[in-house]
């Protein structure tokens, strides 16, 4: 099994600009998680879903940020528009019905 | 989630055993001991978890306290490749799936 995939590994963008992350979780895991890493915050929590629904959303920061998972093996989690202070490194999460959490490499963001 | 405890760093020599506490008090009795680590620049990886039995797999052993309230992750022969931050997680199945991840254990294996 390759893991859980994340793409891309860096993304460099301008302040306003559309940002797009996207994951790839092992395939039967049945949740997904979105986290965001930031040496001021560590690692937090923003939305998880179970079975493609979102079950808590509640660590979303705002408005500006979404996600979707449309199918069983795919997610994205967009930001518009992007500011600065949304640089951080952010991981994608997959879990299956033993409870353990399987971690995708990251991707590194950041907002000039 | 019950609140965890460890230290905030710790080191070990190379090829001996990590020995890394947890101190999880009010851990209530549907909540399982989960570790995770963060080699610098990767993503969280899952050690191992356990309820009450103790558990051993082909990463690490993990050692709970029969009243429960702490618990402690072992490396048997820690190499240099083992340095990083290791998280204790008490998490209930079943319910929100979503783990809290506190500040951590440093551990800096040294050769």
Sequence with gaps: DAGVIQSPRHEVTEMGQEVTLRCKPISGHNSLFWYRQTMMRGLELLIYFNNNVPIDDSGMPEDRFSAKMPNASFSTLKIQPSEPRDSAVYFCASQGQAGAQYFGPGTRLLVL | ?111
Excluded at chain 2, 43 to 70: C, F, V, W
């Design chain 2, 1 to 111: 989630d019950a609140k965890t405890t460890q230290p905030p760093s710790m080191d070990c020599a190379e090829g001996r055993a990590a020995n890394l506490p947890c101190n999880h008090s009010t851990i209530s009795g549907n909540e399982y001991v989960y570790w995770y680590r963060q080699i610098h620049s990767q993503g969280p990886q899952y050690i191992i978890h356990g309820l009450k039995n103790n558990e051993t797999n082909e990463m690490a052993s993990l050692i709970i306290t029969e009243d429960r309230k702490s618990s402690t992750l072992i490396l048997p022969h820690a190499t240099l490749r083992d340095t990083a931050v290791y998280y204790c997680i008490a998490h209930a199945q079943g319910g929100s799936e979503k783990l809290v991840f506190g500040k951590g254990t440093k551990l800096t294996v040294n050769p």
